[in-house]
């Protein structure tokens, strides 16, 4: 478009130098010319400028739209580049959601981790627990039983009459009464001797080891091994945890506690 309004005024300029030329031609001539053909070249003149006119007119308005349009060029360039400045931002954004999506993933898995094996080391703790409450609960039943039958057996006897007999004849009934007793094994067992004096029974929570040994009459590494032990909730466990024999126990059952310290 600018190609063809240059153009235009070339033509305009080269009519307007060309009704000039005729022009002073004439008057260098010195020749007298018609009325007419004066006012046509006064006419052809006056249509170049009009012609002039317009084409400046026009550059005018095409130099405009080359403004508008620079102009509209320039604001979609800095809508391009604030759009890729958001582009740049949102992935950015997308990366460092990722960053932090996969660090609390790591972390999740982590502590999953974690309350697995912690779960694990309870469940053994509840099984060995469950495994010594049964084993407790077996002899507390067993004690039980003995402790029911020995009564059972205590209620049984009469007490009988001490008969006239001879002197002789009162060995064999003593040795006929110790043999109706219930015998106590006391195979393995070490010898405990009990000591008297104790006022009230001794606590195998809180007693000391040399308590153990002078009021209970055990061995100093038996004592050791009570109190390696506790706590126990009941007497039995001493033979539950294998502490002492049960020949042991047997003993010293009547003149001991378990109670809380």
Request: a positive charge; proline letters at 4%; charged letters at 30%.
């Amino acid at each position: 478009m600018n190609r063809k309004n240059n153009e235009h005024g070339r033509v305009i300029r080269l009519r307007m130098a060309v009704a000039l030329m005729v022009i002073a031609g004439i008057m260098l001539s010195g020749c007298v010319v018609s009325k007419n053909k004066y006012e046509d070249a006064v006419a052809d003149m006056e249509s170049a400028k009009t012609d002039l006119e317009k084409s400046r007119m026009m550059r005018e308005a095409v130099e405009q739209e080359n403004d508008k349009l620079k102009t509209e060029n320039e604001k979609v360039a800095m809508d391009l580049e604030l759009m890729a400045s958001e582009i740049q931002r949102i992935k950015e954004g997308r990366e460092s959601e990722r960053d932090l999506l996969s660090a609390r993933e790591s972390d999740v898995t982590k502590k999953g981790q974690m309350i697995t094996a912690k779960l694990g080391r309870l469940q053994q703790e509840y099984q060995k627990l469950k495994s010594q409450n049964r084993a407790m609960k077996d002899t507390v039943q067993r004690y039980q039983k003995e402790l029911k039958a020995a009564r059972q057996a205590k209620a049984e006897q009469v007490p009988m009459e001490p008969a006239k007999t001879s002197p002789m004849s009162a060995p064999s009934q003593e040795n006929s009464v110790m043999a109706s007793m219930p015998k106590t094994e006391t195979k393995f067992a070490p010898v405990v001797t009990p000591i008297k004096g104790a006022l009230a029974p001794v606590n195998i929570n809180s007693a000391s080891a040399n308590d153990l040994v002078l009021f209970l009459g055990l061995t100093k590494n038996m004592a050791e091994k009570v109190i390696a032990n506790r706590p126990y909730r009941l007497r039995g466990e001493l033979v539950a945890k294998q502490v002492v024999p049960k020949a042991t126990f047997d003993v010293i059952k009547d003149r001991i506690t378990a109670a809380p310290k």
